[in-house]
């Protein structure tokens, strides 16, 4: 059974007096353990799916199913509660907090937990990592590579089912992102599945299987091949989905 | 520190970020120690006038003076009964001391001479101390005098004045008073009651323990002695104690308002550094509130940071104000360990806890508005 599920996922965003659809009806499933990459131009939703998937965001219509289970329409602490137990993100700017060291920021999502293990769970991870001799270092001492490292290890704490990545590469260089992709592959293994949203064409060496985003539908479910049902076309439905209202910014090049 | 963290995780992300820019953070947290040092000092300050005060005027209030009324018909002397029925009525702690009052001529030698009031007492050691000379027990002859009177006159033990046309030798210079009651000694002239061709008392003093047991004392002396007819009078100073009580708790309110519109402004600085916090940290609470911070978690870590600096600025506060109450009171009372009576610690915990109280109420808004950040925006970079 797939661990994350979308189906006919329509998002839709009202910007001055206009609609603008950035999804038109996603279907979108992924296998545990499966390593999956969403590519596609500027604008074309990825980022949005991506948020779709983490519950970051609710859909306009449609479903995301966690597990089988239908999570829409949950409260904001029920999805946050369900995001801590399945979800780890990992981003393009890493995003650690910069006054905390390497292993406390691996601890950050379970600070709240009082868990006695989670210091020698984050320890193990960041040894995972090949950090081992990082533990106390603040994030401005650690190069890039090292940061996504630790921003991976911080998403593995809660042991997660799905890992979903923005733009993972987007920040290192090839050698390191080669790295990092890696570990990735590393982490599908113990049946963590990854779903990584990217511009960079050096993921596809490493993954299952890629999917494409273009203007809001999925490539390979092309509208052509008639299989998605065709979304109420709206006005502006032959307009590149939104560019500058920040959505999707970290499709930068 | 380690129990600490494990109990309040929130403490160390709330200790990091102050830590992170540390100038602001000693700027805003300076705010409530300055807030904190006002109400404190300006609370003890208050106390310390009061206290000073109250030793100036000694035991404020504790006596009664009964006089006859002035209403018609009424006797215009105090008996020997009204004396034993004012003695009943008194506290068992109490002094009753009978007095006659007469204008007369005094002569102080040298042709020196004026027509002023003399008191005439049986007990003078009731109602006076004295500070040169002794005041003979019993008392049957001799003067004494008050002390400014003897200072002006140059007047002490041994020297002679003439009261009404006889000599008489000056046998003891009174003490000034200490505090404030119905006779004040400094400008007496005291002679035996038998000097007065007199029956009855002028004035009968009740001096109490304290001006509580005065103003019971002065009731059931108005309840006994005027229950059929107004024949006396009754003086107490037990309203005067109570406006001067009144007058001190307003003062010190007023100290304390004034203390507090610092405090008020430290808020303010605390809720502006806050604000910018949370607008610079977007994308860290953003991450927080991604990795599965629940909204309460993030509200708990911002407001842990405005109390933590509540609880420095508090802290730093409470430690200054101890020494500016010892200042205060060694140039006021003379006496710096006076800063330990417990009414100036009541003074400091009240400033500390409105300092940590402001912070947290400052800090409430920024918090609120963090933790209801939807992590999409704050994502978005």
């Given at each position: 059974m797939a661990v994350i599920e979308t189906r006919r996922v329509v998002k839709r965003y009202r910007t001055g007096g206009e609609t603008l659809e950035a999804l038109k009806g996603i279907d979108f499933a992924v296998e545990p353990?499966?390593?999956?990459s969403i590519m596609g131009p500027s604008g074309s939703g990825k980022t949005t799916l991506l948020n779709l998937l983490g519950l970051l965001d609710d859909p306009s219509e449609g479903e995301v199913l966690l597990d089988g289970e239908d999570v829409t329409g949950l409260t904001d602490r029920e999805q946050t509660a369900a995001r801590k137990r399945t979800i780890g993100f990992v981003f393009q700017n890493f995003y650690l907090i910069p006054t905390l060291t390497a292993k406390e920021n691996v601890e950050v999502p379970a600070l709240f937990d009082h868990d006695s293990t989670v210091e020698r769970r984050s320890v193990d991870l960041l040894e995972r990592m090949g950090l081992g001799e990082r533990l106390d270092h603040k994030p401005d001492e650690l190069s890039g590579g090292q940061?996504?490292?630790?921003?991976i290890a911080r998403s593995l704490i809660n042991e997660p089912r799905v890992l979903l990545a923005d733009e993972p590469t987007g920040n290192l260089d090839r050698d390191?992102?080669?790295?990092i992709l890696e570990e990735f592959v590393d982490i599908t293994e113990r049946d963590v599945a990854v779903i990584a949203v990217t511009h960079d064409e050096l993921v596809n060496d490493y993954v299952d299987r890629t999917v494409r985003l273009v203007d809001g539908l999925m490539g390979e479910d092309a509208p052509a091949t008639g299989r998605t049902p065709d979304p109420t076309p709206s006005p502006d439905a032959d307009v590149p989905g939104p560019t500058d209202d920040g959505l999707t910014g970290s499709d930068r090049p | 520190?380690?129990?600490?963290?494990?109990?309040?995780?929130?403490?160390l992300m709330a200790r990091r970020n102050i830590g992170r820019t540390k100038v602001r953070s000693v700027l805003a947290a300076l705010g409530i120690v300055i807030g904190v040092i006002a109400i404190a000092s300006l609370g003890m300050f208050g106390l310390t006038l009061r206290y000073q005060l109250s030793q100036n005027l000694g035991d404020i209030g504790n006596q009664v003076m009964v006089m006859p009324a002035d209403s018609e018909g009424a006797p215009d002397t105090l008996s020997e009964r009204d004396l034993r029925q004012i003695e009943s009525v008194a506290g068992s702690g109490a002094t009753v001391a009978p007095a006659v009052q007469r204008f007369t001529t005094v002569s102080y030698g040298r042709g020196v001479s004026e027509t002023r009031a003399v008191m005439g007492i049986d007990q003078p050691s009731k109602l006076f101390e004295a500070r040169d000379g002794s005041i003979p027990d019993p008392y049957r002859s001799g003067a004494l005098i008050g002390p400014n009177l003897a200072d002006q006159r140059d007047l002490g033990p041994g020297d002679t004045i003439a009261v009404n046309g006889s000599t008489v030798r000056v046998v003891a210079v009174l003490s000034p008073s200490q505090g404030f009651g119905f006779t004040d000694p400094s400008n007496q002239i005291v002679l035996p009651t038998r000097s007065f061709d007199?029956?009855?008392y002028d004035t009968i003093t009740v001096t109490e323990t304290d001006s509580t047991a005065a103003n019971a004392t002065a009731m059931a002396i108005r309840a006994q002695l005027n229950e059929r007819r107004e024949r006396v009078t009754v003086r107490d100073f037990s309203s005067v104690a109570d406006q001067i009580g009144q007058s001190f708790q307003a003062l010190n309110l007023f100290l304390i308002g004034i203390g507090s519109i610092s405090l008020l402004v430290a808020g303010?600085?605390?809720l502006n550094v806050m604000l910018m916090s949370t607008v610079e940290?977007?994308?860290?609470?953003?991450?927080?509130?991604?990795?599965?911070f629940q909204k309460l978690d993030v509200l708990k870590i911002m407001l842990s940071e405005a109390v933590l600096l509540g609880i420095i600025g508090g802290l730093v506060g409470a430690g200054f104000s101890i020494v500016a109450g010892l200042v205060l009171n060694h140039f006021v009372v003379g006496d710096a360990t006076l800063v330990l009576r417990p009414g100036n610690f009541l003074y400091i915990g009240l400033a500390f806890a409105?300092?940590?109280g402001t912070s947290l109420l400052s800090g409430l808004y920024p918090a609120w508005k963090a933790a209801n950040e939807r992590p999409v925006e704050a994502l978005r970079s």
């Open positions: 353990g499966e390593f999956v940061k996504q490292r630790v921003a390191t992102g080669r790295k | 520190m380690g129990w600490l963290r494990r109990r309040f995780p929130a403490l007199t029956r009855g303010v600085s605390i940290r977007r994308q860290e609470i953003g991450v927080l509130r991604a990795v599965g409105f300092g940590v």
